[in-house]
């Protein structure tokens, strides 16, 4: 990932095309317009929040703790990176994923995510 976060830093963010491709191990080369990943397209700091989500297996517990933030920053930085991606449009609204959360974290007790979940 670092050679992603030096690209990153070199093109200031600007979106890029990859115009070149050769195969690791091999004398193969592929030319034409390419777009990087839409992780690439994320400065060098959303991916290292990325990479920490994942090996965290989707914890906001243990982001909170690894990052020495509260639960509202860390998903906040989740819906952020998530809309710059464009896989889903962040809802302002609580959805049972909210709910589990807010329960995993601490934020709410077992009777009142039990309750929340049967408003939803």
Known sequence: MDEWQDLTRLTGG???IVERVRLAGSEIAI???FR????AALSAEDQVFVAAFVRSHGSIKEMERVFGVSYPTVKNRLNRISARLGFVVPS???GTGDVLDRLESGEIS???ATEALKNL
């Open 110 to 112: 077992a009777a009142e």
């Open 14 to 16: 600007r979106p890029l």
């Open 36 to 39: 990087p990943p839409s992780l």
């Open 31 to 33: 030319e034409g317009a």
């Open 92 to 94: 302002s609204g609580s």
